[in-house]
Nanobody, 120 residues
Framework: QVTLVESGGGLVQPGGSLRLSCTAS????????VGWYRQVPGKERELVAG???????RYADSVKGRFTISRDRAKNTVYLTMNSLKPDDTAVYYC??????????????WGQGTQVTVSS
């Protein structure tokens, strides 16, 4: 059994910062590609940032220069540091991780989501 847990969401004023965490727990070999996504009601879930198993990062144009994705392999955790937040960043943020299980099977897992609200 593998679970992903996000944390770090909350209410922040425009221009403020938050750091989200996505931690994998359970029995598995490795956590490979990880992506942070966000979704607002009535819209499709969109990729915000991703980090590959070898550390390559990619970002949506809307967050380039403001958001940074990073990982701590020892803690099985991926972070999303969000600076200069705007009201348009308000959404539920989810992480998705490609997990290699003990059986060598590769399975994608989603976290439960964490709400980020940017408002004055």
């Amino acid at each position: 059994q593998v679970t992903l847990v996000e944390s770090g969401g909350g209410l922040v004023q425009p221009g403020g910062s938050l750091r989200l965490s996505c931690t994998a727990s359970g029995r598995f070999l490795t956590m490979n590609e990880v992506g942070w996504y966000r979704q607002v009601p009535g819209k499709e879930r969109e990729l915000v940032a991703g980090i590959s198993s070898d550390g390559r990062m990619r970002y949506a144009d809307s967050v380039k220069g403001r958001f940074t994705i990073s990982r701590d392999r020892a803690k099985n955790t991926v972070y999303l540091t969000m600076n200069s937040l705007k009201p348009d960043d308000t959404a539920v943020y989810y992480c998705k991780a490609a997990i290699v299980l003990i059986s060598m099977a590769r399975v994608d897992y989603w976290g439960q989501g964490t709400q980020v609200t940017v408002s004055s």
